[in-house]
């Protein structure tokens, strides 16, 4: 293809999707309006199946399989990623001797935050369905907490706590948990995902039914998809020299 | 639109802007990580919270680190 065609296929395409947007804005409600169709269905639809966090109720219950869609993509992502980042046939991992030197006050802070993140990650996947955020948020805020391990600790340390096995494996099994949440909900109710714990009292730890198993099971799957994911990008980093 | 999130909305633009306009690849995550704190007051103002969670501890933490240690990678081969 010539340059000008490219110029001329790249026009026509901007050219399209431009209009269709300004089209498609030109429709949309105000800003900040008062009428919110899908407000009014979902809202009393969370409350009825005991979930106060809306958007946890919408993912993990109303439109579950959209979720487990995502954490498939995710899921995909990380094995991806570890498969293109794992050491090539002239690649070996050695570690330095030295390993620089850590300030006190980062060392500190890190110690500090490290069981703070912990506490507050467990508590953002384990009451998803309470307050704001859930697995995905929790187990990205728990990824964080094992890492600074490496930015207080050292990259050594860090190995040591982190058996990379034990979190692949973990996603895996958690990946596998929300499938096998789902198929049980087949079985007993003739619905993909559907709830099949009892919905409990409103505000309760263990209630929503089934998002609060969903939630745990993401959770775990975010946790080590991401622990993966960057223990792939610290080793290609840090420890996988060329060998000739 | 009230004030605050006038004033949000063109934090996260002026954010992006500088993004898109740094160049050196580690100062990008600099900047990267920045934006993604200014996306997330947004998200809060808009009364996102789940979204803003996302945010900050995707956009803000992760990703910046991982083009730093891209980055990193890229270099050490000399």
Do not use: C
């Amino acid at each position: 293809m010539t340059r000008s065609a490219r110029w001329i296929v790249f026009w026509l395409g901007a050219g399209g999707v431009g209009a269709l947007i300004v089209l498609a804005l030109l429709k949309m409600p105000s800003f900040g309006g008062i009428v919110h169709p899908y407000r009014e269905l979902s809202v009393p639809a969370a409350i009825g199946r005991s979930a106060p966090n809306i958007v946890s109720s919408v993912n993990f219950d109303q439109r579950a399989l959209d979720t487990l869609g995502e954490e498939t993509i995710l899921l995909g992502s990380v094995v991806g990623a570890a498969a293109l980042l794992r050491p090539s046939k002239d690649e070996r991992e050695q570690l330095d001797q030295d390993e620089g030197r850590v300030l006190e006050a980062t060392k500190l802070l890190g110690y500090l935050m490290l069981p703070v993140t912990l506490i507050v990650g467990l508590d953002v996947v384990t009451h998803g369905h309470l307050t704001p955020g859930g697995g995905f948020q929790g187990g990205v805020v728990l990824a964080t907490a094992v890492h600074l391990l490496y930015v207080a600790g050292s990259y050594r340390m860090l190995r040591r706590v982190r058996p990379k096995t034990w979190y692949q494996v973990a996603e895996a099994v958690a990946g596998g948990a929300f499938v096998i949440l789902g198929l049980v909900g087949l079985l007993l109710t003739g619905a993909f995902l559907a709830n099949i714990f009892p919905r409990g009292v409103l505000g309760d730890l263990f209630s929503s039914g089934t998002v609060f198993y969903l939630n745990v099971a993401v959770g775990a799957e975010v946790t080590s998809g991401v622990v993966v994911l960057l223990s792939g990008f610290l080793a290609q980093a840090l420890s996988v020299r060329e060998v000739r | 639109m009230t004030p605050l999130l006038v004033v949000a909305f063109l934090l996260v633009a002026a954010g992006g802007t500088v993004v898109v306009l740094t160049h050196e690849p580690s100062r990008q995550a600099v900047t990267l990580s920045v934006y993604g704190v200014l996306l997330t007051l947004l998200f809060v103002l808009l009364q996102a919270p789940d979204v803003a969670l996302s945010q900050v501890a995707v956009g803000s933490a992760v990703v910046p680190l991982m083009v730093l240690l891209a980055v990193r990678k890229v270099r050490g081969k000399r």
